[in-house]
């Protein structure tokens, strides 16, 4: 079972470019999530999107987009990219129908680095 | 609004030790409760969770978690740790009818053997 598959794995960019992250899962999930993890700072939520064709704020969500483009796949894009934006990127689903209490599963991660 | 802390960044503990890792949260609401580990280079794994009902729950590698409402705390524990138990840990809670998890900042086990 794949579960949720992130790419690229890695990824450098220089100042000023952009990018896109591709996320997909097979669990057929409603809900997934872009999520940021910086060092000492746990995990922060960019955006979500709680069902297909709905995408909400996070907690971080300046300088990022998102495309919810179909039930299995939700992409976050950087349109102008700046060192700041450095860090490891997380896309997770969750659970079918209501969400509250069900476990979200995370992909393996992006490492990206601005220059 | 919700928080979780975790006030160890790092624990350093020796092989068969028993260890803690703690939790707290603030919510002004009923909570679900979360326990994630991450491995080097991997993504988060849930490893335990609370919904409801007994308030002392079970991972199936010999991890354990007690939810204490008036405490509002939900610490990690493991009677003997193992090097592979060697992780980042992470301590998140969500509320009913909420799509987001909150985050503590996370808990380095560093298991010396």
């Known amino acids: 079972n794949a579960g949720v598959t992130q790419t690229p794995k890695f990824q450098v960019l220089k100042t000023g470019q952009s990018m896109t992250l591709q996320c997909a899962q097979d669990?057929?999930?409603?809900?997934m999530y872009w999520y940021r993890q910086d060092p000492g700072m746990g995990l922060r939520l960019i955006y979500y999107?709680?069902?297909?064709?709905?995408?909400d704020k996070g907690e971080v969500p300046n300088g990022y987009n998102v495309s919810r483009l179909n039930k299995r796949e939700f992409s976050l894009r950087l349109e102008s990219a700046a060192p700041s934006q450095t860090s490891v990127y997380f896309c997770?689903?969750?659970?079918?129908?209501?969400?509250?209490?069900?476990?979200?599963?995370f992909g393996d991660g992006t490492r990206l680095s601005i220059l | 609004a919700q928080s979780v802390t975790q006030l160890d960044s790092q624990v350093p503990v020796f092989e068969e030790a028993p260890v803690e890792l703690r939790c707290n949260y603030s919510?002004?609401?009923?909570?679900?409760l979360f326990w994630y580990v991450q491995y080097p280079n991997q993504g988060l794994q849930l490893l335990l969770k609370?919904?409801?009902?007994?308030?002392l729950v079970e991972s199936i590698n010999g991890f354990e978690a007690e939810f204490n409402k008036s405490q509002t705390s939900f610490h990690l524990r493991k009677p003997s740790v193992h090097i592979s138990d060697t992780a980042e840990y992470f301590c998140?809670?969500?509320?009913?009818?909420?799509?987001?998890?909150?985050f503590g900042s996370g808990t380095r086990l560093l298991v010396r053997p």
């Open positions: 999107s709680a069902s297909e064709g709905t995408t």
């Open positions: 669990m057929n999930h409603n809900s």
């Open positions: 998140a809670v969500t509320r009913d009818s909420s799509y987001k998890l909150i």
């Open positions: 609370y919904l409801s009902g007994s308030t």
């Open positions: 997770a689903s969750g659970g079918t129908g209501t969400a509250a209490g069900s476990p979200q599963h």
């Open positions: 919510s002004s609401v009923s909570v679900y």
